[in-house]
Every structure is written in structure tokens, then in C-alpha cells.
């Protein structure tokens, strides 16, 4: 019964992931025509053409972004989720469905929505301009920190949600032991909160930093010209030059840096999982 239900997961797994991936592996060993058409053979060259110090830089870049994403969203979720998970059930519910509303939203529409209120016309620069805290508008858009931004916005509930229930599962009968043993506030939480919420932390930062490396449309749309990652440059080979292999190539180089990263994860858990039996 169980395999039966888990026939449509399969299905469309084969369909939708499989199937294309395969599609893109085989591609990336082609050659380019000259007018961009696929050229069936077996080639090295687009993977070794990936160390080209051109696309080493983007890739720099884009490690350092999702890096410091990664923080910023990890810094801002953690107090979310911990208030909520401190609040009566109904509240909590609420503010989830708070937390999920802008995934109500076309992602493209919510994007072209911070241009409105970042452009030199835009809310920000209006009411700092009426306020006469500026004479000139600011540069709010087309730079580092508004992609940052809108990475962090966009990439926030998925660090609250594995944070809140980390939060949710805590023992909550360990925090009263540290606080009659005479713990402050700070101790409590630094030497128990923090620890038994490893697990959501590092779930939440796996999910937010893979998808900020091959995040496109953010840097697209906030960026401009300027701000580069590896999903636009993946986006610019399939797109704009016509270089269906080498984009491959890259597409499959980032799929193996986010295994890597997965891979890391779960080794990680079960030596902390092996750990705590120990003890």
C-alpha cells in the first residue's frame, strides 16, 4: 500500500527532475555550433571551460552573496521564530500564515514591487526626500546590497519554518532545570536553546544558501548589469548566446556543489545524532 502511494512522488520525480536532468547531462558534453545549434559528441571542454578566471570570479561572487544571505536571513529568523513559538497556539498560527502570505504572491510581481518602492522616484526616496533628510534621491537599486535584499526577503520563510520547529520540539523541561540551577536568561539560551536548535539552523541554512547560488531573477531584476551570479550567467548560455552546453556544464557543476553541501549536512547530523548517544 505504501509503495502504491508513493507511485505519483515517483512519477513525477522521474518526469519533472530525472528525465531533464539527464536531458541537460547529456547535453553538456555537445559542442556549439556556429549558430548555436547542438553538436552531438562527447566532450570535456565546457566542464574545463567553467575555470575560466571570468566564471571563477561570478562564482566568488556568488559564494560570497549566498554566504552573507545566508547570514542576514539566519539573523533575522532566528528571533522571528523564536516569538512565535513562544506564543499561545492560535497566535502561532497567525503569524505562520503571516510568514507564508508573500509565497501567495507571483515571485517575479514581488520582485518588480521592491524596484517601485527602491527606484529614485520610488516610496523610500520620496519620504526621505519630503522629510528633508536627503536633497537628492538615493541609489537604492541596481547594486550588491539591493540584491542582497531582495534575497533575504524572498528567502526568509525558509529559515523561520525549519527554525520554528526546532523551537517547537525543544524540551522545554531542560530550560526550567537551568533556570532553577540559577542560569541567566543568556546562559539558558546559549548553552541549551542554541544547541538543541542546530538541526533546524543547518536545515535552514542549506536551503537558503543552495537557493541563493542559483538564484536568477532577484540579481536580474535588482541588480542590473552590474551584479552577476551563476544562475544569470546559467541564464545568459541558454537564453542569450545559445550555448546550450556550456550552459549545461555549469548547471550541472552548481547541482554538484548544492550535493556536496547536502551531502555535508547529513554527515554532520549523524555525527551529532552518535554524539549525543554517547552521552
Known amino acids: 500500500m505504501g509503495k502504491l502511494m508513493a507511485l505519483p512522488i515517483m512519477f513525477w520525480l522521474i518526469i519533472f527532475f530525472m528525465l531533464p536532468f539527464v536531458f541537460m547531462l547529456i547535453i553538456s558534453f555537445y559542442q556549439r555550433g556556429i549558430y548555436g545549434q547542438l553538436i552531438p559528441g562527447f566532450s570535456l571542454d565546457n566542464y574545463w571551460r567553467f575555470f575560466d578566471s571570468l566564471y571563477l570570479g561570478i562564482l566568488l561572487d556568488t559564494l560570497v552573496v549566498a554566504f552573507v544571505t545566508t547570514i542576514s536571513v539566519l539573523l533575522i529568523a532566528y528571533p522571528l521564530a523564536y516569538y512565535i513559538s513562544r506564543l499561545p497556539r492560535a497566535n502561532q498560527a ?161 547541482m554538484i556543489l548544492s550535493a556536496i553541501l547536502i551531502a555535508l549536512y547529513y554527515k554532520a547530523m549523524q555525527w551529532e545524532q552518535r554524539l549525543e548517544d554517547k552521552l
Open 94 to 254: 497567525i503569524w505562520l500564515v503571516i510568514v507564508m502570505i508573500p509565497f501567495w504572491i507571483n515571485f517575479l510581481i514581488r520582485s518588480y514591487a521592491w524596484v517601485i518602492i527602491l527606484r529614485s522616484q520610488g516610496l523610500v526616496n520620496t519620504i526621505l526626500l519630503k522629510l528633508g533628510i536627503i536633497d537628492v534621491p538615493l541609489s537604492l537599486l541596481y547594486n550588491w546590497p539591493a540584491v542582497m535584499l531582495g534575497m533575504v526577503y524572498t528567502l526568509l520563510p525558509f529559515m523561520v519554518l525549519p527554525l520554528y520547529v526546532s523551537l517547537e520540539k525543544l524540551d522545554r523541561r531542560k530550560l526550567e532545570a537551568a533556570y532553577d540551577l540559577g542560569a541567566r536568561p543568556w546562559q539558558a539560551f546559549w548553552h541549551i536553546t542554541l544547541p538543541l536548535t542546530k538541526p533546524g539552523i543547518a536545515l535552514g541554512s542549506i536551503i537558503v544558501f543552495v537557493s541563493s547560488i542559483g538564484m536568477f531573477v532577484v540579481p536580474d531584476v535588482m541588480g542590473g548589469a552590474k551584479s552577476m551570479l551563476l544562475g544569470n550567467v546559467i541564464q545568459n548560455q541558454f537564453l542569450s548566446a545559445r550555448d546550450w552546453p556550456f550552459g549545461s556544464a555549469i548547471s550541472v557543476w552548481l
